[in-house]
């Protein structure tokens, strides 16, 4: 593919910036030629300034050069590595802006419930654990949903004692909202008859007062508590189990909550990632966020503990739930569900503490993200983040970069009003979505808000129509942690056979879809500076597919098929 003349005059102008000719600067370490490069959207940019290059030079960690190949070839040298795209697409690497990556990775160790589709099936599949587990030793995994199942009804604590009384047992749903146990492990955490919701949570019971194992929000930490911790090597096989996935589907930077129910263990998985990158095996960037309910103290400490600077490790925003989700109806809502009319949902705060706790943590510099799926939900994050980013600019706290932009972030966002979304652009809130969720919750969704709500859910070019700031991810392993998955429902907003449709107006153009699952991304954890395009002196994080996304149909965008992933200069996946 040839570029233009401006192109070639920018190639020119970025090595003059930096002081030397490319004939006289030091030569690149790789050179990949015959490619056709989508460069990206830098933030400053339009849409229409999309550039496409043909040749790129790497040099350590960053880009050197990217445009024609004649030029770039300049920057040879003898012991450049040359790599031949062979005219495949290439693009940015994929930032997911939100996921649980070692919980992604226990669930392929444990009971893996995702895609079941009967009661019949769940129960089979939690037998074969059975079988080959200690006596007494806790069955434990998660991914199910009943959604998908011919009979739409919630897993009881029954329905797995057919297979065991002798094993606890603990199994989440797939969103990590709602959770069931059988009798056992509701017996050791002393979850009776006369059991009162705690805070924040809810115990199902039947009609005739018994619990029936289903644990809503904070109602399944009493079971969780009581679930001994998989040790190091346990995690550590986790966590290299999701890395394998992400290298797997171009995903070269991730911003994770690794263990959304234990801030201690989410810690000490911080730190055996940690050991990962002093060994030399870290395939993704990772910035890890802490949990906004720890003290203060310890938030500091743990900031502290590692150095901010680093590109590939990082501590980031702090992560605070505001409620559940609307899989399990408790995503807090203004007025109740519509298929549920005495339930408003679990709102996890009270709001004038909740605003309290923000305004302290904004104060000490923290970047805050709440995960808010309900309306009732993202207004208690958006009446918390008025106060606190007021009160901030009047003491003029620097944000996490140092700068007065604090990035503040709402996480799903999925039911939201034109005047919350106002709201947005006048805080400079991020939306930090996930387009894949529209793939599974559409075939419910409706049944949930009702005609007045569902069209301003999943409202991804609602917010940008704003100004927004949009962050795409998986939310990975509630969703699949493949990024086609997600281009495909921004564009979309189709079932993934196409026979089903979401509220088409709201769907997004692909390279706006692209943009927020690179450069919105890296905004989102302030590294928009560092990565999200493909420029000279960026960091040299790119994916190479079989096809070229921007062109092709939009439903062949769903077999997308990676056949390089590149971080920091070096290749960490090829397909053989």
């Given at each position: 593919?040839?570029?233009?003349?401006?192109?070639?005059?920018?190639?020119?102008?970025?090595?003059?910036?930096?002081?030397?000719?490319?004939?006289?600067?030091?030569?690149?370490?790789?050179?990949?030629?015959?490619?056709?490069?989508?460069?990206?959207?830098?933030?400053?940019?339009?849409?229409?300034?999309?550039?496409?290059?043909?040749?790129?030079?790497?040099?350590?960690?960053?880009?050197?050069?990217?445009?024609?190949?004649?030029?770039?070839?300049?920057?040879?040298?003898?012991?450049?590595?040359?790599?031949?795209?062979?005219?495949?697409?290439?693009?940015?690497?994929?930032?997911?802006?939100?996921?649980?990556?070692?919980?992604?990775?226990?669930?392929?160790?444990?009971?893996?419930?995702?895609?079941?589709?009967?009661?019949?099936?769940?129960?089979?599949?939690?037998?074969?654990?059975?079988?080959?587990?200690?006596?007494?030793?806790?069955?434990?995994?998660?991914?199910?949903?009943?959604?998908?199942?011919?009979?739409?009804?919630?897993?009881?604590?029954?329905?797995?004692?057919?297979?065991?009384?002798?094993?606890?047992?603990?199994?989440?749903?797939?969103?990590?909202?709602?959770?069931?146990?059988?009798?056992?492990?509701?017996?050791?955490?002393?979850?009776?008859?006369?059991?009162?919701?705690?805070?924040?949570g809810q115990i199902d019971h039947d009609s005739t007062g018994q619990p029936t194992g289903i644990l809503r929000e904070i109602a399944r930490q009493a079971v969780a508590a009581m679930i001994p911790t998989p040790n190091h090597d346990k995690r550590r096989q986790a966590l290299e189990a999701g890395f394998q996935d992400?290298?797997?589907?171009?995903?070269?930077?991730?911003?994770?909550?690794?263990?959304?129910?234990?801030?201690?263990?989410?810690?000490?998985?911080?730190?055996?990632?940690?050991?990962?990158?002093?060994?030399?095996?870290?395939?993704?960037?990772?910035?890890?966020?802490?949990?906004?309910?720890?003290?203060?103290?310890?938030?500091?400490?743990?900031?502290?503990?590692?150095?901010?600077?680093?590109?590939?490790?990082?501590?980031?925003?702090?992560?605070?739930?505001?409620?559940?989700?609307?899989?399990?109806?408790?995503?807090?809502?203004?007025?109740?569900?519509?298929?549920?009319?005495?339930?408003?949902?679990?709102?996890?705060?009270?709001?004038?503490?909740?605003?309290?706790?923000?305004?302290?943590?904004?104060?000490?510099?923290?970047?805050?993200?709440?995960?808010?799926?309900?309306?009732?939900?993202?207004?208690?994050?958006?009446?918390?983040?008025?106060?606190?980013?007021?009160?901030?600019?009047?003491?003029?706290?620097?944000?996490?970069?140092?700068?007065?932009?604090?990035?503040?972030?709402?996480?799903?966002?999925?039911?939201?009003?034109?005047?919350?979304?106002?709201?947005?652009?006048?805080?400079?809130?991020?939306?930090?979505?996930?387009?894949?969720?529209?793939?599974?919750?559409?075939?419910?969704?409706?049944?949930?808000?009702?005609?007045?709500?569902?069209?301003?859910?999943?409202?991804?070019?609602?917010?940008?129509?704003?100004?927004?700031?949009?962050?795409?991810?998986?939310?990975?392993?509630?969703?699949?942690?493949?990024?086609?998955?997600?281009?495909?429902?921004?564009?979309?907003?189709?079932?993934?056979?196409?026979?089903?449709?979401?509220?088409?107006?709201?769907?997004?153009?692909?390279?706006?879809?692209?943009?927020?699952?690179?450069?919105?991304?890296?905004?989102?954890?302030?590294?928009?500076?560092?990565?999200?395009?493909?420029?000279?002196?960026?960091?040299?994080?790119?994916?190479?597919?079989?096809?070229?996304?921007?062109?092709?149909?939009?439903?062949?965008?769903?077999?997308?098929?990676?056949?390089?992933?590149?971080?920091?200069?070096?290749?960490?996946?090829?397909?053989?």
């Amino acid at each position: 593919m040839k570029l233009s003349r401006e192109m070639g005059f920018l190639i020119c102008a970025t090595a003059i910036a930096l002081g030397q000719e490319p004939q006289t600067r030091p030569k690149a370490d790789v050179v990949f030629l015959h490619g056709n490069i989508y460069t990206g959207i830098a933030p400053s940019a339009s849409f229409h300034e999309i550039k496409r290059a043909d040749a790129m030079a790497i040099r350590g960690d960053r880009i050197q050069a990217i445009g024609k190949e004649e030029e770039i070839l300049k920057w040879k040298g003898p012991q450049t590595e040359i790599i031949n795209l062979d005219g495949h697409f290439v693009m940015p690497g994929f930032n997911d802006a939100h996921m649980h990556l070692a919980a992604a990775g226990l669930q392929r160790l444990e009971v893996n419930l995702v895609g079941v589709k009967s009661l019949t099936e769940f129960r089979d599949r939690i037998r074969a654990r059975v079988e080959t587990a200690e006596p007494g030793e806790w069955i434990v995994g998660g991914g199910w949903d009943h959604t998908l199942w011919p009979v739409k009804e919630l897993p009881s604590r029954w329905d797995i004692d057919e297979v065991t009384t002798n094993h606890p047992v603990f199994l989440q749903r797939i969103d990590g909202h709602i959770a069931v146990a059988n009798t056992r492990a509701l017996q050791l955490a002393s979850i009776t008859i006369a059991s009162h919701d705690p805070p924040g949570g809810q115990i199902d019971h039947d009609s005739t007062g018994q619990p029936t194992g289903i644990l809503r929000e904070i109602a399944r930490q009493a079971v969780a508590a009581m679930i001994p911790t998989p040790n190091h090597d346990k995690r550590r096989q986790a966590l290299e189990a999701g890395f394998q996935d992400l290298a797997q589907w171009g995903v070269t930077s991730i911003q994770d909550y690794s263990n959304a129910e234990d801030s201690q263990i989410c810690w000490e998985e911080f730190q055996i990632i940690e050991e990962i990158e002093r060994e030399g095996k870290l395939t993704a960037r990772v910035t890890e966020w802490l949990a906004f309910n720890d003290p203060l103290e310890t938030l500091q400490a743990h900031r502290a503990a590692h150095p901010q600077s680093d590109n590939m490790l990082r501590t980031g925003m702090l992560k605070g739930f505001m409620d559940g989700s609307l899989g399990s109806r408790t995503a807090a809502m203004f007025e109740p569900y519509n298929d549920n009319p005495k339930n408003v949902g679990l709102p996890r705060y009270d709001q004038a503490k909740l605003t309290q706790m923000t305004k302290v943590r904004v104060d000490a510099g923290f970047q805050v993200g709440f995960h808010a799926i309900g309306d009732k939900g993202t207004q208690m994050a958006l009446d918390a983040f008025a106060e606190a980013e007021k009160e901030a600019r009047e003491k003029k706290v620097k944000a996490a970069d140092g700068g007065e932009d604090y990035r503040l972030r709402i996480e799903h966002a999925q039911v939201t009003t034109p005047a919350q979304i106002a709201k947005f652009k006048e805080l400079k809130v991020i939306a930090s979505m996930q387009p894949s969720h529209v793939l599974t919750d559409m075939n419910w969704a409706m049944d949930r808000l009702g005609p007045r709500r569902a069209p301003h859910s999943y409202a991804w070019a609602e917010f940008l129509r704003k100004g927004v700031p949009l962050a795409f991810g998986t939310d990975y392993p509630v969703e699949p942690v493949t990024p086609f998955r997600g281009l495909y429902a921004a564009v979309t907003r189709k079932s993934e056979d196409g026979k089903k449709e979401y509220f088409p107006e709201l769907k997004l153009t692909m390279e706006q879809a692209i943009t927020a699952y690179t450069v919105g991304s890296a905004f989102a954890e302030f590294a928009e500076k560092e990565k999200g395009t493909l420029a000279p002196g960026m960091l040299a994080d790119f994916v190479v597919l079989d096809r070229d996304v921007t062109s092709v149909a939009p439903a062949k965008v769903l077999g997308t098929k990676v056949l390089r992933t590149v971080v920091g200069g070096k290749t960490v996946y090829e397909t053989r």
